[in-house]
């Protein structure tokens, strides 16, 4: 067996499972998750009617480098949303099966085992993919403190010259995952200096990126924030997204990389061996989804309408703040966050997730300790109820 599996920590919802055994949830309230950012608006109906015309592609094995009209569409949704001059769809754009298999995958192409002391520097706190594909690559993670002094702004500054000497890899979440910042161009252009100085490759996950909650204030890509920076031939650079969120269809298992062609050409030679092609009928329903803003407008609308009425309410007991962006609540517990979080199921049958879980100890402190991750992903009456329930459990515990 691979040693390097012996160095996986267990999955955040494994975590949950295990602090929930033995409770029995008063079975009078209805089970209400707000645990797992799964979307739950309805998969828009183009969608699904691309994917069941699209069915008759069955009968052939798929390209992993993905139907040229899908590149074509992803290129075209990119220079649309984020302002870019033109993109190669042939070189600069490869469809994946989601964004975590990419964010994953790449990783395992990008990182030199090899060569010593190999660093991949994550924020803290993270989506744990980031740090299971750079322990499974052969490298260590190197964590940078994200908490409520910076306005959870990654501590950037706070990383020693000789860690990103031999760092190989940087994982940034913008819009972030679990706290909602959205990165400013300042902040890219310090990043991109950074990789000019030491040669790391930047993978910007922007699976949130169309969560946001002002029509006039888009987020930033990084692609982006690249040609603003007189970079646009996005070195060392690539961008991650998916429809899961956007359009809500996660099991769709559907989404892009984009960026550095030199990158993009080796990565591609990388999914050639783990059987990375996108079915054709998954693809018929991607280019309908990127081909299409009116659906991703609403959806915007319901996140925006349901974080107007519902923050305001947490807010009101528990420290949390509005986010710029996605679909979660980062809220500060009274106490510790994983007694509160058993003690809310307990008692109001609602499910959220301990921060600690989706964090790290590292330099003396972990940042998601004392904080829950609140996913107000599920249809507007039962994001209510169940933060009816938040409310008062927390009215009642201080």
Request: glycine share 6%; with cysteine.
């Amino acid at each position: 067996m691979n040693p390097r599996l012996d160095l996986l920590h267990p999955y955040p919802f494994e975590r949950l499972r295990a602090l929930f055994a033995g409770i029995t949830p008063d079975p009078a309230k209805t089970p209400i998750s707000l645990s797992i950012g799964e979307p739950k608006h309805r998969t828009p109906q183009l969608v699904l009617d691309a994917l069941a015309a699209g069915g008759a592609g069955l009968a052939n094995y798929p390209m992993t480098a993905g139907a040229p009209a899908l590149r074509g569409a992803i290129a075209s949704w990119l220079v649309r949303r984020h302002s870019l001059p033109d993109l190669d769809a042939a070189t600069q754009v490869l469809p994946t099966l989601g964004s975590r298999e990419a964010l994953f995958g790449f990783a395992q192409a990008i990182v030199d085992a090899s060569r010593p002391n190999a660093k991949v520097v994550v924020p803290n706190p993270f989506y744990q993919i980031y740090e299971g594909a750079a322990l499974l690559a052969g490298a260590e993670p190197w964590y940078v403190n994200a908490d409520a002094s910076r306005g959870f702004a990654p501590d950037w500054a706070s990383v020693p010259d000789d860690v990103w000497r031999h760092t190989q890899l940087l994982y940034v979440c913008s819009p972030d995952n679990p706290t909602g910042r959205v990165a400013a161009l300042d902040e890219w252009q310090k990043l991109f200096a950074l990789s000019d100085r030491h040669g790391f490759v930047i993978a910007a996950d922007e699976c949130y990126s169309e969560i946001y909650f002002d029509e006039a204030r888009p987020t930033l890509s990084a692609l982006s924030a690249a040609v603003r920076s007189g970079r646009e031939d996005f070195r060392r650079l690539i961008a991650f997204g998916s429809l899961s969120k956007r359009s809500n269809a996660p099991g769709l298992r559907s989404g892009y990389v984009a960026g550095d062609a030199a990158l993009v050409k080796r990565f591609l030679l990388y999914r050639t061996y783990p059987g990375s092609a996108m079915s054709p009928a998954v693809a018929a329903a991607s280019i309908a989804a990127w081909s299409d803003e009116a659906h991703v407008v609403e959806n915007r609308r319901k996140y925006a309408q349901k974080f107007a009425t519902l923050q305001p309410r947490v807010a009101g007991v528990l420290e949390c703040p509005m986010p710029d962006a996605a679909f979660y609540l980062w809220a500060r517990t009274p106490g510790d966050d994983t007694a509160f979080a058993r003690a809310l199921y307990a008692q109001e049958n609602v499910i959220v997730l301990p921060g600690s879980f989706i964090a790290r100890e590292a330099h003396g402190a972990n940042p998601g300790r004392d904080r829950v991750r609140i996913a107000l992903v599920a249809e507007p009456d039962e994001c209510a109820e169940g933060i009816a329930r938040l409310v008062e459990f927390a009215r009642r515990s201080r």
